[in-house]
């Protein structure tokens, strides 16, 4: 089961299957880390040949972690597949692989016959340029330099605002891109007399109207916070392909920021999410609860109206294969940062909207425990336009479902599978494309046919690229029902489980050392799905326990409402009763117990070597959130630091002393003095979330103390530590931070 040659060098005392010889650790970590990962799927139009038979080509990307390079390479692969009315004959790869250089976003046209790129060129002086493409079958049609056309700042290709959407005459594409800004100079600006290109002059004439503003050059532009830093005010743009003139729309109400925005029925307008900025741009990655809601504005008049309820969060609208209704999901404005939310519907032509999915607040027997999904796939209608396909969280697995909108029916496609997670790619005239994985199996890439409705459980799944298990790892979810004294008064009767990752081939019998693992958020969770670390972890030696306590998603509601006011005691406390009874249960050896986690895992894996100093061996920690009071000034996102503190939060509230005594009260450094076990930190310098002055305050205070503490500090990386070099580097150091301190 090992990878890699030369010696393994092991400890007794750690069990003795433990590998601890950093080149044999980064040698494993390589190989593991090749597994690439799916990023999205199209599926082209149907062609029927003149004997009948008819096949499509299926287009993927994926991204895969290049070591030597430092970075994520993405990849693309096209698929044939033949088919009868429903029933695949044939599907596998046609040709290999290719890298993707440059292209920030794609989008085939309606009919399938073109393709629009968005691309990222740095020219020979070493400028970067965006350039909008429109390729055909045999080549590219144009290249448009947006940088130079200076109509807009940079196009947005995030998943949160970003989008290429053609019109569905294919005239038109529209995009989202930074607002243009004024162009300002110094109060004491010398005049240049350079001779003008012609160029130049063209654009001078342009903007002739635009004078510099002065003494502006420094004024601050409030972004919409962590890996939205260069992101302020976004506008919607609109290319004419023909002429190729680019407008940037007028009537969206200044307060609004667009984005995932879309053609309406017959190109008349466009609907967009528009994001509430005033008083504040509070942090928008992770945070499904901002104020938002689904807008039209109307080409011909530039009249724009709000379509969705004026106090809540709307997100991932998408519009039916008939073009007649437009499903999108909605939850609380405020409150946790994620929570459970419903599928609403808006009837294009009735002008009605009506809830086809409600929020659950304690899962019935039938074991639907409500959609806590952060999008919706592009393409996500059945053929049909009465069937929505969307994946969520269930407990502890991530489930593909089917909802019947005439019913309200809600059936899993996928809930007696052997694979952990299911998300769904694309589905185009029911033909579903789907990734699927489990802790110790990489993503596969399968195909099947949605059944009528009714009949959805009998899918048939054809595997396009067929991934095989790890040998030498086992899991399995776990449930754990807290003691009666840790039950919450409000919230009782409730359960939460964990994901346990164990070596299966040890030859002494020993138990493995185990490492605890909380999530962060605190409203998030672990799927049974592939992960890097835990499963090199375990490829090493090592048992991980997952721990989803009181407060993760995929629960129900009360769950999560459980939690917010109990940080630092509840969530805490769920995972010290999971660690003692996994160890008594499955390792009788209770002495070689590690912890790890990051954000708010990170925040609990300090309170918990603070508050049981004898139990952990070491504890590793990635941008752990170690004082609320001292974070509220410092993080994109006061509002957690109140609500998950038990307060209410409004833009305009000043700190008090009882407001921060309650923040302190909750966080890890109120138990520093206690703490025994080294600790290994991890920061990033461009955390906007939790700020690296959160880590070091708890490094300096276990340092003051003689307490073995590591930092390490990762200059260009943000709040998830997610680039290639920091990524490996901080498992590398946490894995022999374990050894060290075994």
Known sequence: GRVGSGRAVTMRTMGSEVVTDSKEIAEIYK??????????????????????????????????RDLERAERVKFCRQYIMFYD??????????????????????????????????????????????????????????????????????????????????SHSETHILYIAEKKRPKTESFFQTKSQITMTEEDEDSIKSDKQEKPVKGDDFVYWEDWGETFTQKTTPVLCVLDIESNNISVLEGIPDHISPGQAFWAPNDTGILF?????????????????????????????????????????????????????????????????????????????????????????????DGFTGIYSSALAQNCWAMDSQRILIDTPQRSRKDLLVINIPTRNVTSLTSDSDAGSWSLLAIYQDLMVITCSS?????????????????????????????????????????????????????????????????????????????????????????????????????????????????????????????????????????????EFVLKKWFADTSKVFIMGGSHGGFLASHLVGQYPEFYRACATRNPVINIASMLGTTDVPDWCAVEAGFEYTADQLPTPPLLDAMLSKSPI??????????????????????PTQGLEFYRALKARKIPVRLLWYPDNNHSLSKVDAEADGFMNIILWFVKHH
Not at 670 to 691: C, F, N, T, W
Request: proline share 7%; with cysteine.
């Open 439 to 579: 802790p110790n199996c990489p993503p596969s890439l399968k195909v099947g046919f949605l059944p009528a409705a009714g009949k959805e459980q009998k899918v048939t799944w054809v595997a396009l690229d067929e991934t095989e298990p790890l040998p030498g790892i086992d899991w399995k979810i776990l449930t754990f029902t807290p003691p009666l004294e840790q039950e919450n008064p409000k919230f009782s009767a409730m359960n939460f489980e964990g994901i346990l990752l164990n070596p299966s081939e040890r030859k002494d019998g020993a138990p493995p050392p185990v490492v605890v693992w909380p999530h962060g958020g605190p409203h998030s969770v672990f799927t049974a799905e592939w992960m890097l670390y835990p499963v090199t972890l375990c490829k090493l030696g090592f048992a991980v326990l997952l721990i989803n306590y009181r407060g993760s998603i995929g629960f129900g509601q009360d769950s999560i409402f459980s939690l917010p006011g109990n940080i630092g005691s509840q969530d805490m406390k769920d995972v010290q009763f999971a660690a």
């Open 273 to 365: 999410v528009g994001w509430d900025h005033e008083p504040q741009r509070l942090g928008l990655v992770y945070c499904t609860n901002r104020k938002s809601g689904l807008y039209y504005v109307d080409l011909t008049g530039g009249n724009c109206v709000q379509l969705s309820s004026q106090a809540n969060a709307v997100w991932s609208p998408r519009l039916s294969p008939d073009k007649c209704r437009i499903v999108y999901f909605e939850g609380d404005a405020g409150g946790p940062h994620h929570q459970c939310c419903k599928l609403c519907m808006y009837d294009w032509y009735t002008k009605v909207t009506s809830t086809v999915v409600d929020i659950v607040n304690r899962p019935d027997e």
């Open 85 to 166: 009315d429903d029933s695949i004959v044939y599907a596998g790869p046609s040709g290999n692989c290719t890298e993707l250089q440059g292209e920030l976003l794609s989008k085939e046209s309606p009919s399938g016959f073109l393709k629009a790129v968005l691309r990222e060129h740095t020219n020979k002086k070493g400028e970067e340029k965006q350039f909008l493409e429109i390729w055909n079958k045999n080549s590219k049609e144009k290249s448009i330099n947006l940088t130079a056309l200076d109509k807009h700042g940079k196009v947005y290709e995030d998943d949160q605002f970003g989008c290429l959407v053609w």
């Open 31 to 64: 190989e593991l880390s090749k597994f690439p990962s799916l990023l999205k799927a199209t599926i082209g139009p149907e062609v029927i040949s003149q004997y009948g038979g008819k096949h499509c080509n299926i287009y993927t990307e994926w991204s895969q």
């Open 670 to 691: 109120a138990y520093a003095s206690q703490v025994k076990s080294p600790v290994l930190i991890m920061l990033g310098e461009k955390d906007k979330r939790v700020h």
